[in-house]
């Protein structure tokens, strides 16, 4: 089992940042894809950055590619998710997950996670 907790989240100013953490516990010797999504209630999940398990690898979506940076330590077995530039369409839930895989790409499918996050709140005010 693989445990994913979230924390960064919280009320920030349009064009401020914040960056959310995604602590890994269970079975961290495996390799394992990480992913951030986000939520608004009603809607689907939507993929907001992807990064490969040796970290060599990151994939982002028009919508934040060049505000948002997804990295992981994998001595600390966290993956974090700095967001710049906050739009209040940012605002959401943000989840993390864990897909167990030694594949040399992204994963960028949500049903292909194996492990979710409890999700943590980000709100961008104007």
């Known amino acids: 089992q693989v445990q994913l907790v979230e924390s960064g989240g919280g009320l920030v100013q349009a064009g401020g940042s914040l960056r959310l953490s995604c602590a890994v516990s269970?079975?961290?010797?495996?390799?394992?894809?990480m992913g951030w999504f986000r939520q608004l209630p009603g809607l689907e999940r939507e993929l907001v950055a992807a990064?490969?398990?040796?970290?060599?690898?990151?994939y982002y979506p028009n919508s934040v590619k060049g505000r948002f940076t997804i990295s992981r330590d994998n001595a600390k077995n966290t993956v974090y998710l700095q967001m710049n530039s906050l739009k209040t369409e940012d605002t959401a839930v943000y989840y993390c997950?864990?897909?167990?895989?030694?594949?040399?790409?992204?994963?960028?499918?949500?049903?292909?996670?194996?492990?979710w996050g409890q999700g943590t709140q980000v709100t961008v005010s104007s």
């Open positions: 269970g079975r961290t010797g495996s390799s394992y894809n």
């Open positions: 990064i490969s398990w040796s970290g060599g690898i990151t």
């Open positions: 997950a864990a897909h167990l895989t030694r594949a040399l790409k992204v994963t960028m499918r949500q049903v292909e996670y194996d492990y």
